[in-house]
């Protein structure tokens, strides 16, 4: 009994930093293009500043991982190739809750335009403004058509070339 209670207690108040740190690993994160990644720790300090709770959720996306949300009528892409996601130039970031639960509140919540804040301070573009809404979403401001012409369809060599154009 003792020991479930600790560990209540562990999720409640640091929670959102133990999913945080499990949600940055592997390719979502790692894929990422470094000046992504970099903006995300800036984020997240800003967030921390002003006391906005956010929690990293994705990053990177294969095209196949695109093309299932593309079926599956949640992304406003037709081409899988056409996500940023898919270049690790966009990421995903939700309201941390009790116990740093992900929450995605309704689109007229304050937390999306505050987090639209947060990525207009690190420099990226905020979903939360498009006609299409996608609070969650923040992506590098650079044109998709000049990374096409440039790269083509080879994704992983944007990324390995971290994301120069």
């Not at 995300?40 to 959720?57: N, S, T």
């Not at 639960?101 to 990226?124: E, G, H, R």
């Not at 498009?130 to 998709?144: E, L």
């Not at 080879?154 to 070339?161: A, H, M, W």
Request: proline share 5%.
């Amino acid at each position: 009994m003792a020991l479930a209670l600790l560990f209540i207690l562990i999720l409640y108040f640091w929670g959102k930093d133990i999913l945080s740190k499990i949600r940055k690993i592997g390719l979502s994160y790692d894929n990422l293009i470094p000046d992504m990644r970099i903006k995300c720790g800036q984020l997240e300090a800003e967030a921390e500043r002003r006391g906005i709770p956010v929690l990293f959720w994705q990053g990177w996306r294969s095209p196949e991982e695109s093309a299932a949300n593309i079926a599956a009528g949640v992304s406003f892409v037709t081409d899988p190739l056409n996500s940023y996601h898919c270049w690790g130039a966009a990421i995903d970031y939700v309201k941390a809750g009790p116990g740093g639960i992900p929450m995605w509140p309704d689109k007229t919540d304050q937390f999306w335009q505050d987090l639209a804040s947060l990525y207009d301070y690190v420099d990226l573009e905020p979903g939360a403004r498009w006609n299409n809404f996608d609070g969650a979403h923040g992506q590098m401001k650079i044109s998709m058509s000049q990374i096409r012409r440039e790269y083509g369809d080879d994704y992983q060599n944007f990324i390995n070339n971290g994301g120069a154009v």
